[in-house]
């Protein structure tokens, strides 16, 4: 049979065969997708226990019982108090707003300057607009409750997917490099060298970048919720938690919670010197994520100017939402690459060269 002929019967086939089986995973697609994440997560620290003469079947069960020890622990202990304070935040953070642009207009005109922050301008829109989004999470929050577990069977479904993680996990990192092997079989064999740069690249970065900025945004976290926590700011916990775990979105943690602890500040009557206290604490955790944090637990990973890493955040964001702005810093490393070899190809062609 002539190869073209083979090529249009084999890979056509090879494709609907994944497409059924990604169709026939349904729910467990989920599961599996979290299992081979995490299991790409792992892998080096099991290899390196490895190394120490610990077989794998050993290492595996002891590592992924230490993680779950540890979330259920952390959950067991803060979850409660978290749940309570968010709610409480996000009901009261449309008032402390309007609250505190209403103390902008006294001051202002104390100094002899008409602000007006009327119940038709600014007060009205924020308050509608956070009215809006604490709504939103708390109908988001109960709805996705309501559609994951309505019904017996369905909850049943849900717990099965949850337990399904482990399994998959078990027998994802046992043949890690089996399953690798098998992938890099499927790929035409031109391509493979090429095709190994780019995944060495991606894998670098993806290694440096994900696990040393998710270390990052926890340090951040504890730094952020210990400090708001000293000074005694109303929810400190609470914001200085989101506000690092948010920072593994670069700038939108610093912002977001310096800008939100100052409101519940300022609408809880705290002392200017609290006001400079708050302050200070976000300024100088900045500085030790900047000078210190990062460059010990990331370095210089992605290789990104601050201008090409505000365009790919913003093209990520647009593109695919929260993810999207997740993804984008080392995606954007790799397509860096990708374009340098591309325009490598470009200069090459007669079109460039006439």
């Not at 031109?190 to 780019?198: F, G, N, S, T």
């Not at 913003?314 to 340098?340: E, S, W, Y």
């Not at 325009?343 to 007669?350: A, G, H, S, V």
Request: hydrophobic share 55%.
């Amino acid at each position: 049979m002539d190869n073209t002929i083979k090529t249009v019967l084999i890979v056509p086939c090879l494709f609907i065969f994944i497409g059924l089986a990604i169709f026939g995973l349904g729910d467990a697609l989920l599961p599996l997708l979290i299992s081979f994440v995490i299991s790409y997560l792992l892998f080096p620290i099991i290899k390196k226990i490895e190394k120490k003469g610990i077989k794998r079947s050993i290492a595996v069960p002891i590592i992924f019982s230490a993680l779950i020890l540890i979330v259920v622990l952390v959950l067991s202990l803060t979850l409660p108090s978290l749940i309570k304070d968010t709610q409480s935040l996000l009901k009261e953070l449309p008032e402390s707003s309007t609250m505190v642009l209403e103390k902008v207009e006294n001051t202002a005109r104390d100094f002899g300057y008409e602000m007006n922050f009327s119940k038709d301008t600014v007060a009205t829109y924020i308050k509608n607009h956070i009215s809006e989004l604490s709504g939103g999470v708390l109908k988001g929050i109960t709805n996705g409750l309501k559609s994951s577990f309505s019904g017996f069977v369905k909850w049943i479904l849900a717990i099965l997917n949850l337990f399904l993680i482990p399994l998959f996990f078990f027998y994802v990192i046992n043949d890690y490099e089996k399953i690798s092997k098998e992938i890099k079989s499927f790929i035409p064999k031109h391509i493979q060298p090429k095709l190994a740069h780019y995944f060495h690249l991606s894998n670098e970065v993806m290694n440096g970048y994900i696990r040393g900025q998710l270390l990052v945004a926890l340090a951040l976290a504890g730094l952020y919720a210990i400090g708001l926590s000293v000074l005694g700011l109303r929810f400190g916990l609470l914001i200085g938690l989101i506000s690092g775990l948010i920072s593994i979105i670069p700038y939108a943690g610093f912002a977001l919670g310096f800008f939100t602890a100052i409101i519940i500040a300022l609408a809880n009557n705290m002392a200017p010197g609290s006001l400079v206290g708050i302050s200070l604490v976000f300024i100088i955790v900045q500085m030790l994520e900047g000078f210190v944090i990062t460059p010990k637990l990331v370095g210089n990973k992605v290789g990104l100017s601050s201008f090409a890493t505000i365009l790919a955040l913003i093209i990520g964001g647009n593109l695919f939402g929260f993810v999207g702005m997740i993804i984008a810093i080392p995606l954007a490393a790799i397509f860096k690459t990708l374009i340098r070899d591309l325009k490598d190809e470009y200069q090459k062609l007669d079109l460039y060269k006439s």
